[in-house]
């Protein structure tokens, strides 16, 4: 397990992913070129650092490099019969100087004296010599990382980085005299916040888990997720370093292109299902964003409307489709076949879809747009090659209610809005129907789906900008309690429309949306 997770953290070191990647791909054999390129890089780093201040710096990494090449010596000689050399006695006296260089690493980090550069590349190091300490138990590793990130983050000089660069300032201030320099500092921060989360990929079991409750940076009343946020992807891509992001779209090539992203859904597989109203197509898209095949639910010459999709635990897709002011239920399996479908009862008129994984049922959030009238959550479950009605909930409670979301708990949540529109909010409800509480989310919002790995209730909502005269597309985390805890700025150009929302298995969150960029739309799905 040690030696797994050892060469796992080959690939968390930062800049050099891709060619650490590739020369792990040809095995053992390069575990010289291995050493030397790593060697190599840091003796570059510590060309640049020759100030006393910086001592307790050039200190870890000279540990660190004699640490890492020694850990390469004592897992390849681990594997054969040597007795004149004790793998446990290196790997003792390996644990003692790397805690020597974990200490030297945080004073260097705690001395702000040192130029912010330096102090992040501390941060840096404290993380390897962490996972390299604890790769027995690597879980154990997550904490600490998770703590020198906050501390990270949190940093004064950092925030104002972030600040002064995103907002478009053009302000000079002491040390910070370009916007090159602030770009310089905002990808070196990234690169670390990366790493924590490279690391949480390999040692948490649960993929789905905390993989939003990495620390932000916060700008006054603003917080900026490092990894996700459009306008930092923008900075890292202006510099090369799109692959530090983990916010990617798809749906844009002419192979699968997307006219009119309708609605989204995933599969157990991680796959992307689209209703495309454009064409009236569904298309499918493998967990990279490749475009696998599309299908109809129902022949082009009949006028029909894909309004909603879902997908059960047997990976079978649920489409909410209306055709000449009729809405049905169309139930595909998860290869294209037609399973069965069933009419909503007579006076529905279908808003949303969900479906229920434990029980099976199919819920349906019903109710006339702009009709003034309390929208009703309805219960089907299949009967036959039929739906039969099981209950009906939320009329007390609900008004124009425009979005559902079930959690593997079997509660239910229910984006709601004021008949005025100026008020949203989401109820959850039991699976009787019975409503357990409800709070207020941020205005305009359009859609809910639930992170399963974070507890979360996640709200997609389109504000209007007064600055940039544009609506910007933005993702709300809430504890089932109502607490807010996180949001998300997805724009960066101009989002005219956000059409839906979803949450992969593995924890990632997924939106339909079409963008303005300069007069012309772009329809898309986007990855954080």
Not at 219 to 237: F, H, N
Request: net charge neutral; hydrophobic share 40%.
């Amino acid at each position: 397990m040690a030696e797994f997770i050892f060469k796992g953290s080959l690939l968390f070191l930062g800049e050099f992913r891709n060619k650490v990647a590739e020369m792990l791909s040809r095995g053992d054999v390069v575990a010289h070129d291995l050493r030397n390129f790593i060697l190599d890089d840091i003796k570059d780093i510590k060309s640049k650092i020759d100030s006393m201040a910086r001592t307790d710096l050039l200190a870890c990494i000279n540990i660190f490099a004699e640490e890492f090449a020694n850990m390469l010596q004592l897992f390849r000689r681990k594997r054969k019969e040597d007795k004149n050399y004790s793998p446990e006695r290196a790997l003792s006296k390996a644990m003692t100087r790397l805690d020597a260089a974990n200490l030297k690493a945080t004073n260097a980090f705690s001395n702000k004296a040192l130029d912010i550069s330096d102090r992040i590349l501390a941060a840096k190091y404290r993380i390897r010599t962490t996972l390299l300490m604890t790769l027995d138990k690597p879980a154990n590793a997550f904490t600490s990382c998770i703590t020198i990130l906050k501390q990270l983050n949190d940093d004064p000089t950092i925030q104002k980085t972030f600040g002064t660069q995103l907002s478009g300032g053009i302000k000079v201030w002491s040390g910070f005299g370009s916007s090159s320099r602030r770009a310089e500092i905002i990808s070196s921060v990234c690169e670390v916040n990366r790493l924590v989360y490279d690391i949480m990929q390999l040692v948490v079991c649960d993929e789905a888990s905390q993989f939003y409750s990495l620390p932000a940076v916060h700008i006054g009343i603003e917080v900026i997720d490092p990894l996700r946020d459009l306008k930092v992807a923008e900075v890292l891509s202006k510099r090369g370093m799109m692959n530090v992001s983990v916010l990617w779209s798809f749906g844009q090539k002419s192979d699968g292109k997307l006219k009119f992203p309708q609605s989204i859904a995933t599969n157990s597989l991680g796959d992307f299902i689209v209703a495309d109203s454009g064409d009236r197509t569904i298309k499918v898209f493998d967990r990279k964003g490749h475009f696998l095949k599309s299908f109809r639910c129902l022949s082009d010459d009949v006028e029909h409307e894909t309004l909603d999709l879902d997908t059960d635990g047997a990976d079978n897709v649920y489409l909410l489709v209306v055709k000449n002011d009729m809405y049905e239920v169309h139930v595909f399996d998860k290869h294209d076949n037609w399973i069965w479908n069933f009419p909503l009862k007579k006076t529905s008129k279908g808003r949303a879809l969900a479906v229920d994984r434990g029980t099976g049922h199919v819920l349906v959030l019903e109710g006339e747009k702009g009709a003034k009238c309390n929208a009703v959550v309805e219960v089907y479950e299949r009967s036959k090659d039929d739906g039969h009605l099981v209950r009906s909930f939320g009329e007390r409670y609900l008004s124009d209610a425009v979005d559902i979301a079930v959690a593997r708990d079997g509660r239910i949540y229910v984006l709601d809005s004021s008949f005025s529109g100026d008020r949203k909010s989401i109820s959850s409800f039991n699976g009787k129907g019975e409503r357990l509480s409800v709070f207020e989310v941020v205005p305009n919002a359009v859609a809910v789906s639930f992170h399963h790995g974070d507890s979360s209730v996640v709200v997609a909502s389109l504000p209007f900008h007064v600055d940039s005269v544009k609506r910007r597309a933005k993702i709300s985390l809430y504890s089932v309690s109502g607490n807010h805890w996180r949001t998300i700025d997805l724009d960066a150009s101009g989002v005219t429309l956000v059409e839906s929302i979803a949450v992969t298995e593995n924890g990632c969150i997924v939106v339909a949306l079409i963008e303005d960029f300069s007069g012309v739309l772009q329809n898309k799905v986007i990855v954080l």
